[in-house]
Each structure stands twice: as structure tokens, then as C-alpha cells.
């Protein structure tokens, strides 16, 4: 399984590619929407977790190309100050699931386990 982080900070990277690796996964990582892009088109990941809210250009501005670019990815949006209008409007975009930032860390083994089929 190929995953792709796509978050401004790096530690929240760091915490998500330890986590990711320990199940088994690849890790590519992106601090920007820009990189995002290039970086799934690139690596066509499995998963792509996806911040909302980043410098250069947002999450949710580049879930759409995200969508174009790597049609056969899981957009996980993953955001701390996100609510339920962002996070509709994030899965009507094209986001497979939308999570809080808090705890998603120990969502990871289940996550991988959902969608390394």
C-alpha cells in the first residue's frame, strides 16, 4: 500500500509516516496542495491524507485536480478546525472519508486494514 501525507506540519508527517509504516504502508510526503498534486500524479497512492488547511494552497482547493489526477485514490481529509459544513463540502468534492485530526492517529491500523483490500 502506497500513502501520500499531505499536511504543512511536519511533525503531524512524521507521527502519520511512523504510524502508516508500522502497517506495512509506503510513505510519500507533500507540505502543500501543490506538492500533493504532483506527488499523486507521480505516485499514484492508495491513500492520500489530505489537511485542509495549508499555506501555498488549501486541501480543499486541490481535492478536485486531486480527484483528476489520481482517480483511483482513498482522499482521506484529515483537518483540527474543520466542522460538518467543511467536511460535507470535502465529500462532495470527492473526499472518501473526513476524519478529526485528534485521534486519527490510532484510526491508522484500522484504516490501512479497510482499504489495503
Known amino acids: 500500500m502506497r500513502v501520500l501525507?499531505?499536511?504543512d506540519e511536519p511533525s503531524i508527517r512524521q507521527l502519520y509516516r511512523f504510524a502508516f509504516e508500522h502497517e506495512?504502508?509506503?510513505v510519500d510526503e507533500a507540505a502543500d496542495g501543490n506538492e500533493c498534486i504532483a506527488a499523486a500524479d507521480l505516485g499514484h497512492p492508495d491513500i492520500i491524507v489530505l489537511d485542509?488547511?495549508?499555506p501555498v494552497r488549501d486541501g480543499l482547493s486541490a481535492l478536485?485536480?486531486?480527484r483528476h489526477t489520481s482517480p483511483t485514490s482513498r482522499?482521506?481529509?484529515v483537518s483540527a478546525h474543520a466542522g460538518v459544513e467543511i467536511f460535507g463540502k470535502s465529500r462532495a468534492l470527492g473526499a472518501t472519508a473526513c476524519y478529526e485530526k485528534l485521534g486519527f492517529l490510532r484510526k491508522i491500523p484500522d484504516i490501512v486494514a479497510r482499504y489495503a483490500a
Open 64 to 66: 478536485p485536480e486531486l
Open 5 to 7: 501525507i499531505c499536511d
Open 75 to 77: 482522499v482521506l481529509v
Open 52 to 54: 485542509l488547511y495549508m
Open 24 to 26: 506495512g504502508a509506503e
